[in-house]
């Protein structure tokens, strides 16, 4: 490895180096991890979309797929990663325009029980309905 | 005046003496890999990190190399992580990180390129504070107590230290290695708030960049580990506050067509 | 013999506490080539575990006059070339007694003497400036006593002796003096980032090594018994005061508050230890530091230690200095004179008269080496503290 590469992988390592380190960085840590799943999930989207037009036999089948337990758990990892996205998010904006600096804890608590709450309703409503 | 001498605070534990395990951290440049070195030391609770360093390289390892100066918290100059953690080893005594035949384990500093076992390169975490033209002393607030003190301001040494364990800490200075880190930004606030003959907007213009403050992602993890009560988290979020008020206004009174 | 120019001239310097860092500075600023070698951190020694005050000599007026007046010129002057690492904002000498009072009439003509600027104030003008001192006390001097940070207060000489060509290695150790005969031609260090040994050749070594300095001279057969006097200081954390607060009267122990930064730091002790190294802390000097600390500012009994510290003072046996016949703040050696060429050696003082102490051992360094060159430290601003890491 070039002295080049090898600073390229410590950068990249230190995505996940949590030695030592708080809930802060768990936090960004799982903002990244949620955004590139969030990412991937669009374009799963769009894949998924482009078999309606390839006509009715694909669709069915992909409707039965996704009606299996297998795939309303992955539904469940998605509003998680939506709900952890969006609500860390609003902390992120809120903090990072001087708003609610100091309560910033309370505030990432507070919207994580949120955000717990509602999955376990929407978790909920996914395998009822 | 009463002397309580039964004072807790003493923190003395008799002529008790713990054996500690330290695991430090070794590299030497163009002399084999990094690793671990193991050094029994015979420490009181009471004593610190530091102390026990010292002893090693007193009776044990004359070529471990390791920064300090002041042993109180005001030079800067001896972090190190403790267990992972970023913390000033001069002030951590001993049995808050372990007990009797635990390990302390010492490495150096992250997110800045490693010199020697536990010492670090600080140069461009110095240049980026000059460059925020940081001014060390600042006038203080008076000390709180009667009406004679508002013409009773003096000048006193600014609370960040300059030690870089907010840097180690930073998830973002990590991947990031043009990122200011959060003590030069807290810097560029503080000369914001106090400029001393330099000119603010110098300061402004040199945070409001793309590895300046805007980089910052609200981990907060400097100032769980700053020692010196700088907050560099809250100074980087008032900065972003003051340039987007800025911004906002700028905007508005281009919108006037009145003001240049 | 033909004359060499001073900057052909290379001079290594043992140590980077006060003392050889200002010496480094005068040097490389007369025009020598300088190497600085030090076997651990910059300040790592003594002067970065010391008490941080900038003497105003109104500590020394009554006890050693000679030592007062250095201290108020070398205030004068490291105030105009450091502002940039002090906190400047004075001290007072109380009087909690009547026993402390006595000594007014002394104190201010022994400051007069000095040239210390020291007027009196009464009780109630002090608690104006310091609502903590004790309410009780029955007034105090004001002199020009200052703060200063010890690691920056080096690595501003070190800047800017590395301007002025120096080179400077910490955690790079002496273990030997090269000689030739008797006569000292360089050091064997060891570079201890690397482990590595290598020499360095020089016109002049000057030994400045503060209470190691015996082990230095031990290399090249010298007799230079140190004697350790270290004393313990009690950082509290918060800050209590503005101004220094000492006890008027003589020099003794547990005497000063030092405000700095965020802390006060309590001090000092002395006492006499067989090394430098590693001196355990007598558990009574704090609880004496606690008591006669708050003795002067009630309010830090509600704090509490956040570092206690000590050092050793570079001091030179007692016997040895009376053969000597020198009784000045600090020493300088010629050690030509017990026929060892090539080595200087400057122990003692303070760090806020480093600058003085350096003047002089430079003086001694041009006259040793035949050269003709002005100090110029008086008048020469030194350099952020920050250019020594990134240059
Ligand atoms: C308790 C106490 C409080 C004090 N308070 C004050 C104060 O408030 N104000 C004030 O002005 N003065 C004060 N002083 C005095 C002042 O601190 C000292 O006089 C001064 O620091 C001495 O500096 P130095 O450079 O001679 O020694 P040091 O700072 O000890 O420097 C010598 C250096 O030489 C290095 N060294 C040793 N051996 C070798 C080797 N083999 N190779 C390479 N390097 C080596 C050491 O590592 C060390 O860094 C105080 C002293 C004490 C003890
Ligand atoms: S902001 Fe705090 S942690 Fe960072 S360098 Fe300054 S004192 Fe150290
Ligand atoms: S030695 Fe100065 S901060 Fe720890």
Redesign the pocket.
Known sequence: MTEHEERRVRKTLAWLDMAGRKAGTWAFLLNRLTGLGLLLYLLLHLGVLSLLAMGEMQWDAFIALARSPLFLVLDVVLIFGILYHGLNGIRVALVGMGIGVRWQKGIFWTLMGLGVLLLAITGWLVFTM | MKQEMSDPVMAFDGNELWTIHYRVFRYKRSSGKPHYDKFNVEIAPHETVLDGLEKIWAFQDRSLTFRHACHHASCGSCGIRVNGVEKLPCIVPIREVTRDGGTVLCEPLRNFPLVSDLVVDLGQFYRRLEEAHFQIIRSSEPIERDEHESSNVHTRFENCIECGLCVSACPVSGTDGLYFGPAALAASWRMIQEPRGVDPLSVRSNADQEHGCWRCHVAFECSEVCPSNVDPAAAIMALRQDLLKRKLLRLFQRGDHDRA | MAEKAVQSHHVVV???????VAVAHDLALRGFAVTV????AI??????R??????SGARYCMSDPVSAQECAQENDVLRSIMPHAMELNGGLFVALTEEHRAYKSRFQEACQTCGIDAPWLTPEQVLALEPHVHPDNLGAFHVPDGVFDPLRFCLSFLATARRNGADVFPF????ELIQRGSAVEGVK?SDLHTNRVRRIEADLVVN?????AG??SAMAGLMLPMDP???V?VSMRGRYCQRVINRLGMPSDGDIV?PQRETSIL??TSWSVPRADTIPIPEEHVALLLERGRALIPALAESEPQGIF?????LIHEMVKDTRQVSRGFECFDHAAEGVQGLVTI????????RAMAETTADLVCSKLGIQAPCRTRETRLESYRAFYYT
């Open positions: 043992i140590g980077a506490g006060s003392t050889g070698v030090e076997r651990g300040a790592s020694g003594t002067t970065g010391n008490h941080c005050l900038l003497h790079t150790r002496v273990d260090v400045a090594a503060g209470p190691w082990e230095i006097t270290p004393g200081m030092v001090g000092t000590t050092v050793a003072r570079p122990v003692g003082g303070k760090t806020s008269t480093s």
